[in-house]
């Protein structure tokens, strides 16, 4: 079993930047690969990122490429989705997610945060 806390969302003007946590707890969470989804109101909940256990890969969306950068201290047990030049379509409720491989397919993750919201104003 793995449980998963997501910190650090907020309101923050179109531009500007925040970094999220997800702090993972369990026996064997740090084997895990760790995703970042989002779900904006009335909308599906969509990958953002993933990173798989070591750190050494990564995958993103494409909206978000080259604006988000997803990381992971395995000796902290965290994973973090820093966050860049964001805009207002960034707003969303963000979770965390393991799986056990890098997948950016929801119904591959086993487990799931309560996640963190993020507004981006205009």
């Known amino acids: 079993q793995v449980q998963l806390v997501e910190s650090g969302g907020g309101l923050v003007q179109a531009g500007g930047s925040l970094r999220l946590s997800c702090a993972a707890s369990?026996?064997?969470?740090?084997?895990?690969?760790m995703g970042w989804f989002r779900q904006a109101p009335g909308k599906e909940r969509e990958f953002v990122a993933a990173?798989?256990?070591?750190?050494?890969?990564?995958y993103y969306a494409d909206s978000v490429k080259g604006r988000f950068t997803i990381s992971r201290d395995n000796a902290k047990n965290t994973v973090y989705l820093q966050m860049n030049s964001l805009k207002p379509e960034d707003t969303a409720v963000y979770y965390c997610?393991?799986?056990?491989?890098?997948?950016?397919?929801?119904?591959?993750?086993?487990?799931w945060g309560q996640g963190t919201q993020v507004t981006v104003s205009s």
């Open positions: 997610a393991a799986a056990r491989m890098l997948v950016a397919r929801r119904n591959e993750y086993d487990y």
């Open positions: 369990g026996r064997t969470s740090r084997n895990y690969a």
């Open positions: 990173i798989n256990w070591s750190g050494g890969s990564t």
